[in-house]
């Protein structure tokens, strides 16, 4: 066939795969949407996905439900995610284990550049936390006790690949003090392992800790937020503390897969946006202690894309090794 022909008819194919894409996405949606979390029922990240899905069920005109994926830290949601087709009719709600996990482990099947951010809800202070009656007032003094016993503090995380994990290493870094890493498998196990005075300290959301601190069970020396929070005004930073680095504010962001066509993305992003700047319904995040951010697919690429650098650079300092 004529050259000439073979590009008349491939101009032709892409108009009508434009044509059909528009098309699809006009229709949008059709069906019921899902919401997936990684994480188990109950937590912040949970209720957030949930509130936000009313909203969307309304503004939508299709049933939108919250599907818990567990396992694997959080890797079985990220893949079920991933492997799902790219029509918009499954989402993704996340904190940074989407981040972290591949920079603790080979061969785990997705990375951040699989999927496209919609929207950053919010960010949630972390606090550094021990037990009410545990000797230090402040987290100058349990520095200066780690050091005097390097190798015998103990420090809880959720597990390897977590916020806390890393928060770890960045906070072992900027001090020089030197920690044992013990995994628990979940914020809620390390509160309670602190409460017990099983595990020295731990830096965990603001938000989880926050009935231990409010019934006297445990104590925060600072929180690792760009400014105090509103709940805890007499609580410093770690930046006020002098270490400008370990600012640590998980967020949660909604995804597509990559290969969501534009506009249905971009129809996600406006329905999702327009859902959390309803005050009633951000009032109710942020009782979770989250502070609205709302930023929109570009804005939140930016911010991911520097924690990303952030803590790759952490990884490779802490010499993490990936399993």
């Known amino acids: 066939m004529n050259p000439k022909w073979l590009s008349v008819f491939a101009a032709v194919g892409l108009i009508s795969f434009g044509l059909t894409q528009s098309s699809f996405a006009a229709d949008y949606p059709t069906k019921t949407i899902q919401i997936v979390n990684p994480f ?6 949970d209720t957030i996905a949930r ?3 009313d909203k969307l069920s309304t503004s939508l005109g299709q049933s939108t439900i919250v599907v818990n994926k567990t ?6 949601g990220y893949k079920a995610v991933k492997d799902a087709p790219a029509d918009g009719y499954t989402l993704l709600i996340t904190p940074p284990p989407l981040v972290l996990i591949p920079l603790a482990r080979k061969n785990i099947g997705f ?14 202070p972390s606090a550094m936390i021990v037990k009410a009656d545990a000797p230090w007032q402040s987290v100058e003094q349990l520095i200066v006790d780690a050091k005097k016993k390097p190798g015998t503090f103990t420090f809880g995380s959720p597990g390897a690949g977590t916020m806390g994990h890393f928060t770890l290493e960045l906070f072992k870094r900027e001090t020089g003090v030197d920690m044992i890493h013990v995994p628990m498998g979940g914020e809620g196990p390390v509160a309670t392992a602190v409460l017990g005075g099983n595990l020295h300290t731990s830096i965990i959301a603001l938000g989880t800790a926050r009935p231990h601190l409010e019934s006297g069970g445990l104590r925060v020396l600072a929180t690792t ?10 609580v410093p930073t770690m930046i006020e503390k002098g270490f400008p680095t370990i600012e640590a504010s998980p ?3 909604f995804f597509v897969r990559n290969g969501t066509p534009k506009e249905i993305a971009a129809k996600l992003a406006r ?5 959390v700047q309803d005050k009633e319904l951000a009032g109710k995040i942020e009782k979770g202690v989250v502070e609205i951010e709302n930023r929109g697919p570009e804005e939140s690429a930016k911010i991911l894309a520097a924690f990303n650098k952030k803590w790759t650079d952490v990884a490779k300092s802490a010499k993490i090794v990936a399993e």
Do not use: C, H, Y
């Open 40 to 45: 188990p029922p109950g937590a912040l990240t």
């Open 51 to 53: 509130l936000i899905a």
């Open 251 to 253: 967020w949660f962001v």
């Open 271 to 275: 329905a999702i946006r327009d859902a």
């Open 225 to 234: 937020g760009g400014k105090r929070s509103k709940e805890f005004p007499d």
């Open 71 to 76: 396992g694997g830290g959080g890797a079985i």
């Open 111 to 124: 990375a951040l550049s699989d999927f496209t951010p919609l929207n950053l809800v919010g960010t949630t």
